[in-house]
């Protein structure tokens, strides 16, 4: 019990001892030695938090996009082998009458084909100027109160209950928006506000305004075509008003999974398939968001490899360069655990110092303005990502590095015989 009350007591002297000759160090340094490696650390965490954080925040904005301007926070679509959700009015009912629904939108949607410039045609045989994709029905207020389409215009006005031969394209049907070449992808090419196009579906062929473009950076958007419910209705002979798809937004602190687990107990789940919007997410867009936070980690492991090599080499041509100065402190009695507790005092000084001016930067700085101006990409509007807990574990990681970093080469330096590094041997 005696012996280990001596080491405990040992061990505290070599902590203060160690804490006294890194202060003494850093104190001595030239300023700019201690700023170009603070600097070094703010850089190195920021590339562990930031370039994670833009990789997946650029997803992160996808299905943020997803959510807020398609699928809200609840969707519900028709069953397999079924073409429309059955007994949709009652289902639409319950909805209206849930307390903790915000919004919601129902949609029409049916395979069809949009031509434009068919009147100049001049020989049966020529090709025509015209794309297929899904004929969305939609009650414009509805839809507008639910995802705010009517600020996703690019060009023209958006419609209102009048507009039964009104029609919005989404950019991603036209040439001059979406200006690509794929087999088997075809667009509509000089299309502008105020032409007049002809749309086939359901058998049946009708003209119509283009009222104006939509872009979204949202598939379920952009690669769609927008009629009145009414008019939708009446192409296909829909009597039943049975929609083909139903998104609820939802107030805020509303967990989801609980609205959905009600709409099931009321029925709904018998005649229609009851998502979250995460649960809805397209497979392609779960496996790139996997793949972009794994690139993004291993990004993060190449530059905590970066920052460790370089407090190494600090620390290891600071003790070589103050190694007479080592072996004359070993020359008179100061233990070696106190010269290597120096230097690693020395680094946690270091790491700590760079990651509080990294947290300072990400979140007093970065964080907000990304929010307030997301980085235009030409499929979203990326965010940064960088979660509390996430950006702690990588600030603990950068810690612990550096640590071991430190220790190595003054435990390499400390470990030579003390006449020699006395001499300079």
Known sequence: MKIAKLKIEKYAISLRVGFFLALRQVRRSSKYTNGLIIFVMVLTFLNLVVVRGILVGLLEGSTEAYRSKYAGDVLITNLPKKNFIENSPNIIS?????????????????GGEVEANYKSKIRMDEDSNSTAGSIVGINPELEDAFSGMSLKLVEGRYMNKNDAEGI???ANLLRKYLDIEAPGLTLLEDVEVGDRVRLTVGGNRREFTVLGFLQSKVDQIDFRIFVLDTTLRNMIGRSDYNVDEISVRLKSDTDPYMVKEALLRAGAGETARVQTWDESLPKFLIDIQNTFGLLGNVVGSIGLAVASITIFIVIFINAITRRKFIGILKGIGIESRAIEMAYIFQSVFYAFMGIAIGFLVIYGFLVPFIDAHPIKFPFSDGILVAEVYNTS?????????????GYIPARIVVKKNTLDSILGR
């Open 94 to 110: 319950v909805i209206q009458n849930m307390p903790w629904v915000e919004s919601y939108s129902y949609r029409y949607v049916e």
């Open 168 to 170: 919005l394209i989404g």
């Open 393 to 405: 574990i990588r600030a603990l990681l950068l810690m612990i590095a550096t640590i071991i970093a």
